[in-house]
Every structure is written in C-alpha cells, then in structure tokens.
T-cell receptor, first 112, second 114 residues
C-alpha cells in the first residue's frame, strides 16, 4: 500500500540554523500539506500546496517558512532561522484534493 | 475560528465497546474525520463522514454525527489491546481553495486493559 514518507525521523539543530524537512507524498496525489504538533498541543495546519503554489497557509507559516516541490517526487519544508519554539513534530500529508489526507510518520525537530 | 474539542482519556476493558466523543464549533464543516496515532507513528486515517450523513459503519467502527449539537462520536466494538492509541477528531471545510485544511482536536488517549 502506498504511503507518505518523511526524512529525517529526528532532526536536532541549533537556534538560528536553517533546516529542510523532506517528504515524499503518495505518487498520484496532487495536494500536499504540512502540519505540526508541539509537544502536548494540538496538530496545527501550516500550509497546503497545489499546482506548484501555496493554496492556503496559517498564521504560523510566516516568512521564516517556505515550501517547495523541487522535483516530481519530493515536497520540502524549509525553516530559515530556527527558533526554540519551532521544536515540534512536523507531519507531511498528501491527498487527491477530496476529503482524504494521508499523513507521513513525522519528523521530530528539536531546536537547542 | 474553528475549534474541535475532545476528552483527554478513556480506559476500557478488552472486549468492551469504546466511545470517543468530539465536539466542534464550525457549522460549515463539510467532512469530519477520525485519525489514530500509535506511539512513535504518524496519523492513520481511520474513517470519515460527510456532514449530510448521520451514521457510518465500517467493520468494528461506527461514526455518529449529530449536526444539530455539533457532536461526533467514534464507537469501537469489541475493543482490543491493539486499539490502544490516541484518537484525533478533525474537521475540514470545503472552500474555494485547492485542498482542505484540517482542524484537529487535542486527541483522546484510549487505554485498553486486558
């Protein structure tokens, strides 16, 4: 069964550094998403991406964040200058644009 | 804005039924979902219901939707120890934008005792 994959599973970085989180969505999906879950808090929507552009983004997704689909398979989330409060589990999801979104296993980002 | 609320914890005995409840505030919700998260794993889509439905059954899972009260429940029949996990309720609103953002509840931790 096809699934969303994410790398790395755990990323540790120092405050102020740039990080890139990578996702490989399910191959025939056209809609891609990033969510995050700070420890002990709800899963929060960050951004959705379709047809090579952002279709929706939340207040969390400020200028420090960017997304890209650099080739036909990867979908990346970049945080330019990480802050301590960016520490969270980051989930990628993909879908066909209807009601179903399939999530990856997540990348745990720890900012020290 | 949208808000989705769930109770934090539920404990049941193996073989009993589990009922996990969720309330939401946005009456324009189009789809409502249940996701399961096992330790160290991602969010697994269990089932969903369209807002014009009252009930959906899928094997051991039954979803009930009371749109008037904005209340969603997930019933797991014959609960097994493998059902122990965190269960998230989520809603989406179909808009003009491509794709639907999901708004999640805080999750209910289900513990199944043998």
């Amino acid at each position: 069964e096809p699934e969303v994959t994410q790398t790395p599973s755990h990323q540790v970085t120092q405050m102020g550094q740039e990080v890139i989180l990578r996702c490989v969505p399910i191959s025939n999906h056209l809609y891609f998403y990033w969510y995050r879950q700070i420890l002990g808090q709800k899963v929060e929507f960050l951004v959705s991406f379709y047809n090579n552009e952002i279709s929706e983004k939340s207040e969390i997704f400020d200028d420090q964040f960017s997304v890209e689909r650099p080739d036909g398979s990867n979908f990346t989330l970049k945080i330019r200058s990480t802050k301590l409060e960016d520490s969270a589990m980051y989930f990628c999801a993909s879908g066909t644009g209807g009601y179903e979104q399939y999530f990856g296993p997540g990348t745990r980002l720890t900012v020290t | 804005g949208e808000d989705v609320e769930q109770s934090l914890f539920l404990s049941v005995r193996e073989g009993d039924s589990s009922v996990i409840n969720c309330t939401y505030t946005d009456s324009s919700s189009t789809y409502l979902y249940w996701y399961k998260q096992e330790p160290g794993a991602g969010l697994q889509l269990l089932t969903y219901i369209f807002s014009n439905m009252d009930m959906k059954q899928d094997q051991r899972l039954t979803v009930l939707l009371n749109k008037k009260d904005k209340h969603l429940s997930l019933r797991i029949a014959d609960t097994q120890t493998g059902d122990s996990a965190i269960y998230f309720c989520a809603e989406s609103i179909e808009g003009n934008n491509a794709g639907n953002m999901l708004t999640f509840g805080g999750g209910t931790r289900l513990m199944v005792k043998p």
